[in-house]
């Protein structure tokens, strides 16, 4: 397979403005980053330099084992986040894909709800 020069400066000029646009980024970043250390008031003490949790002292080891309800509250936010993301393009083109898109969000909606129930029943929602 031979590419003829015509195509390689095609190729090249539909991505030159890409990369002309990466570098101005990477050298205006670097610049603003550089100026910032230069320029920038360096004055640390011992608070600011102190470990910061949530506005009070840490009580415990940073490597403490969190309650595994933390997780299971983490896992349902991601996958009811998850399900707005997928309701959206669904409700646009519900006219398109008609009943049987309908059964496949009723049947995904109805999974969801189901682990939800059974998230619920075992207790991951309640906090001491």
Sequence with gaps: MRVS????QSMLGNYLPILIFMFITLLMGSVFIVL???LGPSRP??????????GFE???DSRMKFDVRYYLVAILFIIFDLEIAFLFPWAIV?????TFGLVAMGIFISVLV???IYEW???ALEWE
């Design 36 to 38: 910032g250390k230069l």
């Design 94 to 98: 519900l006219d398109q894909i008609g």
């Design 58 to 60: 840490a009580f415990e």
């Design 5 to 8: 020069g015509g195509t390689i």
């Design 45 to 54: 003490d011992a608070e600011k330099n102190s470990p910061y949790e949530c």
């Design 121 to 123: 029943k075992k207790g």
């Design 114 to 116: 189901i682990g939800f």
